[in-house]
Antibody
Framework: QVTLKESGPGILQPSQTLSLTCTFS??????????VGWIRQPSGKGLEWLAN???????YYNPSLKNRLTISKDTSNNQAFLKITNVDTADTATYYC??????????????WGQGASVTVSS | DIQMTQSPASLSASLGETVSIECLAS??????LAWYQQKPGKSPQLLIY???RLQDGVPSRFSGSGSGTQYSLKISGMQPEDEGDYFC?????????FGGGTKLELK
């Protein structure tokens, strides 16, 4: 059974760096075809894809966040991470991590965490 | 970026009614199209991938079709548990982009 869980600071101030952790089980990020993606959703709004990291350490970012994103992984501890620098109120959202599997579902997100709520406020 | 135009933004369906939701891509996405269902306060759940492949465990009343730039999700026989928000996602080209969503309610 694949499970993922996001953790983050909850609240942070403008200009700070948001650090999110995705702890997962049921798959390994060292296995061919596996990946973890990050997606966010402001309250009552739609979904925005942020970044992906793959088993071979290939990374992709959404350019709309203008180089503020860094995605990484710790394969030994089954974790993936996302950092967003210089946050502002527009970054207030629920942040999801999700598993991707090229081998079975062509790489789209097929299992999601419960989401971590992040509020940016002074 | 590839724009995904999803329609309608909302709809209301009766029990047993067949429902269709559309996504139009701004360029060919070669069937790299997925559909998700999201219920209030919950994370999205994958329904369809590769335009027409049913994810394991998803009821067969859900189906997907389309190619090129035009895709659709069909629910054959609306059930109460089908209420929620539906999103399409294109995974053809980075940045991946979602449709704006469709809110489906039971009439």
């Amino acid at each position: 059974q694949v499970t993922l869980k996001e953790s983050g600071p909850g609240i942070l101030q403008p200009s700070q760096t948001l650090s999110l952790t995705c702890t997962f089980s049921g798959f390994s990020l060292s296995t061919y075809g596996m990946g973890v993606g990050w997606i966010r959703q402001p309250s009552g709004k739609g979904l925005e894809w942020l970044a992906n990291i793959w088993w071979d350490d290939d990374k992709y970012y959404n350019p709309s966040l203008k180089n503020r994103l860094t995605i990484s992984k710790d394969t030994s501890n089954n974790q993936a991470f996302l950092k967003i620098t210089n946050v502002d109120t527009a970054d207030t959202a629920t942040y999801y991590c999700a598993r991707m599997n090229i081998g079975t579902t062509t790489g789209v997100m097929d299992a999601w965490g419960q989401g971590a709520s992040v509020t940016v406020s002074s | 970026d590839i724009q995904m135009t999803q329609s309608p933004a909302s709809l209301s369906a009766s029990l047993g009614e067949t429902v269709s939701i559309e996504c139009l891509a701004s360029e060919d996405i070669y069937s790299y199209l997925a559909w998700y269902q999201q219920k209030p306060g919950k994370s999205p759940q994958l329904l369809i991938y590769a335009a027409n492949r049913l994810q394991d465990g998803v009821p067969s009343r859900f189906s997907g079709s389309g190619s090129g730039t035009q895709y659709s999700l069909k629910i054959s026989g609306m059930q109460p548990e089908d209420e929620g928000d539906y999103f399409c996602l294109q995974g053809s080209k980075f940045p991946w982009t979602f449709g704006g969503g469709t809110k489906l309610e039971l009439k």
